[in-house]
């Protein structure tokens, strides 16, 4: 028998060298990311469209209804004051002097009064005695008439002083008033945000329909809620009392416990392509080791229902269409197969499924890669 040249050894060994290198250098099953269907809870929410922001419950921009010169500053900025107190005052001894005349004014129409008041009772005594007399016959009738007379005119004469007392009172009072308009004090305790304005400088009311900057922002530290936009879309899946989450980028990842107290009851429709409505919700659990600020950006979550111990399923697993559907992972093909469930309710994180899967089925968590496909041969990764 002729023996193989050796060339052709050489080629045939090369051949199965260059085989072998290709069968164990091919690709093999893309691995995909699997995730289990689990049992849990889950929630439905709805979130602001825009970030909402962090309000005081008060808030006084306060001015004087006056203008002047500011004679008394008592606060500065981040100073905390008591209801009542007072804040600003601009120069006023001219309605000092005011309210001191219409005082003593007062005083003197009292005294008057008193006066009028005493001499009328001494006229009604003499008619008194008058009238007696007249019974017995020891006096005229001219002379008890003209007694009488006299008593009712000083009791009319001790009635008009009493009502003119009165009015000086009373113009006391407007004095006061007018001297109230030029001091600012603290509706609310608080704390003064800003002070627009220094001492001897002058400040003016605003005109009708022309706002000019407070010469003191006052809020109430105490009380804080969040506004945020809604749209108009989930408006109506809300309703007071539901909880709320929220977070602030001030404070990074934490979350802090809420309720919705209120809804308003229109549409903001500034933005006719994103129509929405305002809502309020209040921290039932605001932070207790750093202050909370007025002006923070904050976003809320809207808990609109709950359900525990269902079946679930990341979202991003889940192909949106007509009919939802997932790549359900066969381990004794190796392959995807596409399976149509049906779904309940959804965030953004968590979908429900009602059927068409049963618990530890496992099903691909992505959909967009190219081997990702229905039928397509995977290798879980680990």
Not at 79 to 95: F, H, I, P, T
Not at 182 to 189: G, K, N, S
Request: proline residues 6%.
């Amino acid at each position: 028998m002729k023996r193989p040249s050796p060339s052709l050894l050489l080629v045939l060994a090369l051949g199965g060298t260059l085989l072998l290198w290709w069968y164990a250098s091919r690709p093999g099953p893309p691995r995909v990311e699997l995730v289990a269907v689990s049992e849990g809870g889950i929630e439905r929410l709805v979130a602001n469209t825009r970030a909402g922001t962090v309000k005081a419950c008060r808030r006084a921009r306060l001015a004087p209804s006056l203008g002047g010169q500011i004679a008394r500053l008592e606060v500065h900025e981040g100073d905390r004051v008591g209801a009542g107190e007072l804040l600003l005052e601009l120069w006023n001894r001219d309605l000092v002097a005011r309210v001191e005349l219409a005082e003593r004014e007062a005083e003197a129409a009292t005294a008057r009064a008193r006066a009028a008041c005493l001499h009328a009772e001494q006229a009604g005594r003499e008619a008194e005695r008058q009238r007696r007399l007249d019974t017995r016959a020891m006096t005229s009738e001219e002379a008890l008439d003209r007694a009488q007379t006299a008593a009712r005119a000083g009791a009319a004469e001790c009635e008009a002083a009493r009502a003119n007392a009165e009015v000086s009172q009373a113009q006391v009072g407007v004095a006061r008033a007018e001297l109230e308009r030029t001091r600012l004090v603290a509706p609310f305790a608080g704390v003064v945000a800003e002070v627009s304005g220094e001492l001897n400088e002058y400040v003016t009311p605003s005109p009708p329909g022309i706002p000019t900057p407070p010469a003191i922002d006052l809020i109430d530290d105490a009380c804080y809620y969040i506004s945020a936009p809604i749209d108009e879309v989930d408006a109506a899946r809300i309703a007071l009392g539901l909880e709320a989450r929220i977070t602030l980028d001030a404070f990074g990842d934490r979350v802090f416990a809420g309720v919705v107290r209120r809804i308003a009851p229109y549409v903001f429709d500034q933005e006719k392509q994103a129509r929405t409505v305002e809502i309020e919700v209040v921290m039932t659990e605001p932070p207790t080791d750093t202050p909370l600020l007025a002006g923070y950006s904050a976003d809320v979550e809207i808990v609109v229902e709950r359900r525990e111990q269902v079946l679930q399923l990341p979202t991003a697993a889940i192909q949106a269409g007509l009919t939802p559907s997932v790549l359900l992972f066969d381990p004794t093909s190796g392959r995807l197969q596409r399976r149509e469930i049906r779904t309940g309710i959804e965030n953004w994180e968590r979908t429900e499924i009602r059927s068409g899967l049963a618990p530890g089925d496992r099903v691909a968590r992505s959909l967009g890669g190219e081997d990702v496909t229905d039928g397509a041969r995977i290798e879980p990764a680990p």
